[in-house]
């Protein structure tokens, strides 16, 4: 018995490093393409050339002021959202949540929306959004812990889609207001998800927040796999289920506030990604959860690069990504919760 259990977890591991090799290959793969295409295409010659810094002029301003940081964002977005979602799905052990589900994007698109309106800054526009979503998420905390009977999963959740609505309409009333020729235009395309004139300047502000989001939920992978046993079991297993619950919202909000502050609302991540890792890996959420942010890398990685160039105007990031997400969810409703556990 102690033999087969030992050869059971080599085996495991040995799949879980494939796995990792194969996906890292993949995403290695999906960088270099979406570093050769578009309307000046490059070889793959000619992008090691100007990232080594051997090639010509011309193809290292594309690579290193047009191509990389938008790559380097779309890699961070993904996986930031894709991350959030499963932790969600996990936390409230429902396999249709997503990081929407606190009014997370609603609360960052309306400060998003308000900083346009005000004219800041790009960075003040960010800073905007990321308080705008945090902020969305501590009303909802806070208007649930005043409710005192009740399932708090479901009051959560009921509470989240309560803010968000409201943040909605916040959203639309600025909309309005805004001015028509200059900054409605912008309110909109932004509120659609676009990595568009994404800068290293634009990018820098999220990589430590949602590094410390990532590890957070990273050190606490396997009290939240407990977690989705029931708050009872939890309980029973030494693991207090309030507290975790609380740490997990808001190292997935803190991702998810900051991805969005740099990238706009971008939809269906969250919620598609997630399955297609547990499809790999299974339900457990030590594995799932580097699968999942793995695979939303590449996924928003394809999404984006679809978007600069099947078109002659870039299409929005948020159209593309609920295209596909659409019809993935209703197959999801199709086949109810089987696969979940």
Same mark, same amino acid.
């Given at each position: 018995?102690?033999?087969?259990?030992?050869?059971?977890?080599?085996?495991?591991?040995?799949?879980?490093?494939?796995?990792?090799?194969?996906?890292?290959?993949?995403?290695?793969?999906?960088?270099?393409?979406?570093?050769? !295409?578009?309307?000046?295409?490059?070889?793959?010659?000619?992008?090691?050339?100007?990232? &080594?810094?051997?090639?010509?002029?011309?193809?290292?301003?594309?690579?290193?002021?047009?191509?990389?940081?938008?790559?380097?964002?779309?890699?961070?977005?993904?996986?930031?959202?894709?991350?959030?979602?499963?932790?969600?799905?996990?936390?409230?052990?429902?396999?249709?949540?997503?990081?929407? !589900?606190?009014?997370?994007?609603?609360?960052?698109?309306?400060?998003?929306?308000?900083?346009? %309106?005000?004219?800041?800054?790009?960075?003040?526009?960010?800073?905007?959004?990321?308080?705008?979503?945090?902020?969305?998420?501590?009303?909802?905390?806070?208007?649930?812990?005043?409710?005192?009977?009740?399932?708090?999963?479901?009051?959560?959740?009921?509470?989240?889609?309560?803010?968000?609505?409201?943040?909605?309409?916040?959203?639309?009333?600025?909309?309005?207001?805004?001015?028509?020729?200059?900054?409605?235009?912008?309110?909109?395309?932004?509120?659609?998800?676009?990595?568009?004139?994404?800068?290293?300047?634009?990018?820098?502000?999220?990589?430590?927040?949602?590094?410390?989001?990532?590890?957070?939920?990273?050190?606490?992978?396997?009290?939240?796999?407990?977690?989705?046993?029931?708050?009872?079991?939890?309980?029973?297993?030494?693991?207090?289920?309030?507290?975790?619950?609380?740490?997990?919202?808001?190292?997935?909000?803190?991702?998810?506030?900051?991805?969005?502050?740099?990238?706009?609302?971008?939809?269906?991540?969250?919620?598609?990604?997630?399955? &297609?890792?547990?499809?790999?890996?299974?339900?457990?959420?030590?594995?799932?959860?580097?699968?999942?942010?793995?695979?939303?890398?590449?996924?928003?990685?394809?999404?984006?690069?679809?978007?600069?160039? !099947?078109?002659?105007?870039?299409?929005?990031?948020?159209?593309?990504?609920?295209?596909?997400?659409?019809? %993935?969810? &209703?197959?999801?409703?199709?086949?109810?919760?089987?696969?979940?556990?």
């Amino acid at each position: 018995m102690g033999q087969g259990t030992t050869a059971t977890v080599s085996r495991a591991r040995a799949g879980g490093l494939s796995l990792g090799v194969t996906l890292a290959g993949a995403l290695a793969l999906l960088a270099l393409a979406a570093l050769m !295409i578009g309307p000046y295409q490059l070889s793959p010659g000619q992008v090691l050339g100007a990232l &080594i810094g051997t090639g010509n002029a011309q193809a290292e301003i594309v690579v290193w002021n047009v191509r990389l940081p938008r790559v380097a964002a779309a890699l961070l977005v993904g996986a930031a959202l894709a991350a959030a979602g499963a932790s969600y799905q996990a936390l409230f052990r429902n396999p249709l949540v997503s990081p929407d !589900i606190l009014g997370v994007s609603a609360g960052a698109g309306l400060g998003a929306v308000l900083g346009i %309106f005000l004219s800041l800054p790009v960075l003040g526009i960010q800073l905007s959004a990321f308080a705008g979503g945090l902020g969305a998420v501590g009303l909802v905390l806070v208007v649930a812990s005043a409710v005192r009977h009740g399932d708090r999963t479901l009051i959560l959740v009921l509470t989240g889609v309560v803010v968000g609505a409201l943040a909605g309409a916040a959203t639309s009333l600025v909309k309005v207001l805004a001015d028509p020729y200059d900054q409605l235009p912008a309110i909109t395309f932004w509120l659609l998800g676009s990595l568009a004139a994404v800068t290293p300047a634009d990018v820098a502000p999220a990589i430590l927040p949602v590094t410390v989001g990532l590890a957070a939920l990273g050190l606490l992978r396997w009290r939240i796999n407990v977690l989705g046993m029931g708050d009872e079991e939890a309980r029973a297993l030494g693991v207090e289920a309030g507290r975790l619950r609380l740490w997990t919202i808001a190292a997935a909000t803190l991702v998810t506030a900051s991805v969005t502050a740099v990238a706009g609302v971008i939809g269906w991540v969250g919620l598609v990604i997630p399955h &297609i890792g547990r499809m790999l890996v299974g339900p457990g959420f030590g594995r799932l959860l580097p699968v999942s942010a793995a695979v939303g890398a590449g996924y928003l990685l394809v999404v984006d690069t679809l978007a600069r160039t !099947i078109a002659a105007t870039e299409v929005p990031l948020g159209i593309l990504t609920a295209v596909i997400g659409a019809p %993935f969810f &209703i197959w999801l409703l199709a086949r109810g919760r089987r696969g979940w556990s």
